[in-house]
């Protein structure tokens, strides 16, 4: 979902003005965010090794999921870019849920290939 962020500068200044004035910031951003997926990719093979990068992940989520929800409170950002801050949110609450779970020695609610459809 990332990855196609690279290329969408110029859509997102015509979509949502104005223009991006410090590209860096933007190719950053997203350069930044793709090395995270990939690190929540090496932290699903086992949460139990890499339990303690999973506040840093926690971290990662909440501080975007906070700053959605006070830039929509001044009015500088539209609800459509807020609402997407709640499935980084529910992210956020699993890896909060793993921490404390891989803490205590819990059995995983995940049973089975975690990619599988399940309802």
């Known amino acids: 979902m990332l990855v196609p962020g690279f290329f969408g500068e110029k859509m997102l200044a015509e979509m949502m003005p104005p223009a991006i004035t410090h590209p860096e ?15 929540f990719l090496i932290i699903s093979r ?31 950002i539209p609800l ?8 980084r949110f529910r992210i956020e609450r699993t890896f909060y849920h793993f921490l404390f779970q891989a803490h205590t020695g819990a059995d995983s609610p995940i049973t089975g290939d975690p990619f599988a459809y399940s309802h």
């Open 46 to 76: 086992d949460p139990q090794r890499f339990r303690p990068i999973i506040p840093a992940a926690i971290l990662e989520k909440l501080t975007y999921c906070v700053a959605c929800g006070v830039l929509l409170k001044m009015g500088r």
């Open 80 to 87: 459509v870019v807020a609402l997407g801050r709640r499935r």
């Open 25 to 39: 910031f933007f190719y950053g951003f997203f350069g930044v965010a793709v090395a995270w997926q990939v690190a």
